[in-house]
């Protein structure tokens, strides 16, 4: 028997969303796809495109898997047919999962609660603030739970869908269909999202002038006592102070700093990775792979390979 796997769509569903799992599982003959949606949803509609002859929600009662899409507008209330076929599925042992905002119908019908997940970043926070009960890490491509599935966006939900098909079919099956739609067979579920840069953020200025000087002095070693002096202050009053208008230690946001200039190296200039620790102070060659690969969940040659700019790139030079 194929593997049953029923698309629950939202109002307002996001076209690729909804588009990812047709063309993944509905083409694989290991799988029987059926599109489904409320009754007050017939001819579901989303900006200029429609999708006619959808299944009704019970089409999901049998289902081995049932897949969420995101919306558009990821707090648009969804019918509670729609939450409680979604409670009813989890309860018959169905694997439920989602894909990017999708997310947010699953907490909305409790089946997130307690739980890790992940969604599109953009979305995290209001995420977290909206379902207090469920641990939201905005890092990962996807978490599997077991009996439920969490994706970041768009493609990151391509990664989830082929990682279920390597847990149902095996390597070869995930394979084959990864070739089929053009694909990199996979990328793990840990590497991270690809968050845009951002400066270290504060919410004081009494350290102000310390944090400047910082950006501009990131690359060599600092230490606490030092950054104190030039602070006039003790080396626990400054931590403190410094936690209070960041949020997090001097080492943790100087953390930050040297890891968004490493990724700026990467993108915009052709500097060996070997010199990488050097020109940004995150230490040797192998502290500064480690710690990148740690934030990022991928090396410095696999972040330039994806982001770098090869025309227009410029040298770095002492």
Known sequence: MPHRVAVVVPPGVLPLDLGIPIQIFGLDPHYDLQVCADDDCAGVRSGPLSLAGVESLTAASAADTVVVPGAADPVRPVSERT??????????????????????????????????????????????????????????LFIDDGDVLTSAGVTAGIDLC????DSDFGTSAANQRARAIVAPPRRVGDQAQYIPKARPSSNGDSLAPLRTWLMANYSVRHTISDLAARAHCSPRTLVRRFITETGVTPAAWLMTLRLDQARELLESTDVPIERLGELTGLGSPATARAAFRRSYGVSPEQYRRT??????????HE
Request: glycine fraction near 10%; include cysteine; charge should be positive.
């Open 307 to 316: 982001f770098g700019t090869r025309s227009g790139r410029h040298s770095v």
């Open 162 to 165: 082929l990682h279920m098909i």
């Open 83 to 140: 939450l409680e076929t979604l409670r009813a599925a989890a309860g018959l042992g169905a694997r439920i999962v989602s894909i990017c905002t999708g997310a947010f119908v699953l907490a909305s019908a409790g089946i997130l609660a307690g739980r890790t997940v992940t969604t599109h970043w953009q979305e995290a926070d209001r995420l977290q603030r909206l379902y207090p009960d469920v641990v939201v890490d905005p890092r990962p």
